[in-house]
């Protein structure tokens, strides 16, 4: 009887190993651009989180507001983008809820051209307020007219007393590498994109950092629904597991790069930013290190004060409760 029941658990144990693992399961996330703002993203799946959580992550770079009209025409499962987006789409009646946080302080840099701050003699160490001043009669770019990256100049051109129709030029060139090139080219005076963009133009020579966000140069930006992850409401009701199980990883993600040095998460992150040089890369990683929260919660001064830049700009016209923008059901416990 026993040598039987030892035979039984060995033709068991054999069918097991020869049976096929379940596939992972294949989901799109987008992003507004590719920069370190999105580092848990690019860490969950470098590092094998996503992984571990079964799922075959892409990551679609979807510049803009292209990334959550992605999610709202179906074309993927979630966003992983600014709030102000997702503040936008439900003033037009489109709904899409925020599961996650990813960056919680606003990371949208800002660089000008070395010789233009040479010829209105500006430094990094002037005065904010002088900086924005010195925006007059410059032409500016953000990834897509509309961007946040663009209303992030919105608002410093109104801050600075300037009317954007007249005192300054405000387009959006597009990709992170063709502001790079836009602005190294004397094509554009000024760009607005995530960290460590800006800081490349640094880094390269011909440019200098007006605006450090992702260091908290400016305080109205200290708390802010820079990144969240966010879908539509039916798949958060029809697929909570998925939601739960991309959520997950994400936050570990958020806790991993919280506890360890920026030159530890290079090699995980650095396949996402091909172009990028390391020493910027470990820049823009330790410029973040501050913003990413590890609970990975969305609390409701991030919401608020991002609604508040909102109607300062003039792109809503009343604040959505936090409970019809965030659901902090899927975090881990």
């Known amino acids: 009887m026993r040598r039987r029941r030892a035979g039984g658990t060995l033709l068991f144990g054999l069918v097991l190993l020869a049976a096929p693992a379940a596939a992972a399961e294949k989901i799109k996330i987008t992003i507004p651009a590719t920069a370190l703002t999105l580092a848990p993203v690019f860490l969950a799946k470098g590092i094998g989180f996503f992984a571990e959580e079964g799922l ?20 993927a499962e979630f966003a992983a983008t600014p709030g102000t987006y997702q503040i936008s789409t439900h003033a037009q ?19 000008m051209h070395k010789a233009v701050a040479a010829e209105r003699g500006i430094t990094e160490r002037t005065p904010l307020a002088e900086k924005l001043k010195a925006l007059k009669g410059l032409k500016m770019s953000g990834i897509a007219p509309g961007s946040f990256s663009y209303q992030v100049l919105l608002n410093y051109v109104q801050q600075a007393g300037l009317d954007p129709k007249t005192d300054v030029t405000l387009i959006g060139v597009g990709s992170s590498g ?28 011909f440019g200098i950092m007006l605006v450090n966000n992702a260091m908290g140069e ?8 820079m990144v969240t992850l966010m879908a539509r409401p039916e798949t958060i009701q029809q697929k909570p597991d998925l939601v739960r199980r991309t959520v997950r990883a994400l936050v570990r993600a958020n806790r991993w790069i919280r506890e360890h040095r920026p030159e530890e998460a290079l090699p995980h992150v650095r396949a ?4 990028l040089d390391p020493p910027v890369i470990e820049a823009g990683l330790r410029a973040v290190w501050h913003g990413i929260p590890a609970d990975g919660k969305v609390t409701e001064r991030a919401v608020d004060l991002t609604q508040d830049f909102m109607l300062k700009i003039g792109a809503v016209k009343e604040k959505v409760p936090y409970a019809a923008l965030v659901s902090n059901d899927f975090l881990p416990k």
């Not at 679609?60 to 074309?75: E, H, I, M, T």
């Not at 080219?185 to 460590?196: E, W």
């Open 56 to 75: 075959d992550v892409e990551v679609v770079d979807a510049p803009g507001a292209k990334s959550v009209q992605a999610v709202l025409s179906r074309d």
């Open 93 to 111: 009646g489109q709904r899409l809820l925020s599961v996650a946080s990813l960056l919680a302080r606003n990371a949208i840099n800002v660089v």
């Open 272 to 275: 996402s930013v091909p172009r």
């Open 218 to 225: 400016d305080p109205a930006f200290q708390e802010f629904m």
């Open 178 to 205: 063709a502001l790079l090139a836009a602005l190294e080219q004397r094509q554009i005076d000024v760009f607005a994109t995530g960290t460590p963009i800006p800081d490349a133009a640094v880094h390269r020579g």
